[in-house]
């Protein structure tokens, strides 16, 4: 991820797949000129990068030039009526080809179109190696177009923000969504997870998801995926984790303004942790951090005990039990301490004492995020 100006914006093209575009569109190009010596004409500023390695990958002789018009400004094509700089060169009877970066509205081709109306040229084409669809508005043919791309700012190869990012070799799309803080909260049976996520929730602004919570809220009404879960519980078969990380997306999606998530019971596993990540990336999001309350399990079995005794909850009746869950919590979640100290997301917060001095503990991890 990278920062320009006030904006984030994240990796989207390589500059591999910049290569084989271009390489492509000079084949083609160099394919229906047939002997014809075209006039290349780059649009400045941005397809300055586009031009030079464009024009390298084209082996028939070919002239370069270039004109400017007035850019854009910000993050949004100005309407504006743009103006040409810089074409001096006599171009009738010339099979004329514009080399642009990007294609979003159209409006800068109007522009072209309209200089080159008088022009007498052979023909005029057009190749653009970035082009938005959804964001074109006018008629002209696109003749060569490298890579269709959604309506988003991009910068990088050429393409800048506000002057910025011009010289990156590979392009990067803008983050739109405001950053979030996204926890996974762990810890073993009888941590106090549950206590702790409420107080969380309420200081921090975020949206707790407890994974035992929504599997039985879509079971109870008898959602699709709640159906669908169903139907390998009742196998006596393991949920299958895209069913999970689907009910996780939709909640994400139900809470599309938060401010982040508090993530409680997942995940458990290595590949529900990647899962994750890439849910949180499709959000132009991340997971932060992974907190753990640590506790002594002697404590543990103490709390659980006494819960068991008002709870009513038969696994937290019987002491080898309690032990055994504890265990099986350790063994199991080795892996993903090891996942997120890999990333340096870990931490570990001590769960004994009071509840607001665990509060305190969590909330001091949170605040240096
Ligand atoms: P159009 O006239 O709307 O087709 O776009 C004209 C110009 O807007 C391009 O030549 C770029 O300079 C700029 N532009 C459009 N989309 C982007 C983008 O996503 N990033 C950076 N510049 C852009
Ligand atoms: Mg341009």
């Known amino acids: ?93 010339r099979t004329v080809i514009i080399l642009e970066d990007i294609i979003d509205t159209g409006n800068t081709l109007n522009e072209v179109h309209r200089i080159f109306k008088n022009e007498q040229v052979k023909s005029l084409k057009i190749a653009t190696l970035f082009y938005k669809p959804e964001a074109y508005k006018k008629d002209y043919k696109l003749h060569y177009v490298g890579i269709e791309i959604p309506n988003k700012f991009i910068v990088g190869f050429g393409l800048d923000y506000n002057g910025l990012g011009r010289n990156l070799p590979e392009v990067y799309q803008i983050k739109e969504t ?60 393991l949920v299958p984790d895209q069913v999970t990380i689907d009910m996780l997306a939709a909640e994400v999606e139900k809470n599309a303004q938060a401010k982040g998530f508090i993530f409680d019971g997942f995940p458990r596993t290595h ?62 979640t080795a892996i993903l301490k090891e996942y997120y100290s890999a990333q340096d997301k870990y931490f570990g917060v001590d769960g004994v004492g009071s509840i607001d001095s665990i509060t305190l503990r969590l909330s001091s991890v949170i605040d240096n995020l």
């Open 1 to 93: 991820m990278i920062k320009l100006h006030n904006h984030y914006f994240k990796p989207f093209i390589s500059a591999k797949q910049i290569d084989n575009a271009l390489q492509r569109l000079a084949t083609e190009i160099a394919e229906d000129v047939g002997d014809d010596i075209p006039v290349f004409v780059g649009i400045l500023n941005g397809s300055f990068m586009v031009v030079s390695d464009f024009v390298k990958k084209y082996k028939k002789p070919c002239e370069v030039t270039f004109i400017k018009l007035a850019s854009y400004e910000g993050v949004k094509s100005s309407e504006d009526i743009q103006r040409l700089i810089g074409l001096t060169q006599n171009l009738s009877g």
């Open 178 to 237: 405001q950053h979030m803080t996204n926890i996974v909260l762990f810890g073993p049976p009888g941590a106090g997870k549950g206590t702790q996520a409420n107080f969380l929730k309420e200081k921090y602004n975020l949206v707790h998801i407890s994974t035992g919570d929504v599997f039985r809220y879509n079971i109870k009404n008898e959602t699709a995926l709640g159906m669908l879960a169903k139907s390998f519980m009742d196998k006596g078969e």
């Open 271 to 332: 590949a529900q942790a990647q899962a994750l990540d890439k849910l949180m990336d499709s959000k132009d999001s991340q997971i932060n951090a992974m907190i753990a309350l640590e506790v002594d399990d002697d404590i543990l079995v103490n709390r659980l005990l006494t819960r068991g005794k008002t709870s009513g909850r038969p696994d937290d009746a019987n002491e080898s039990i309690i032990r055994n869950r504890i265990n099986e919590y350790y063994n199991k």
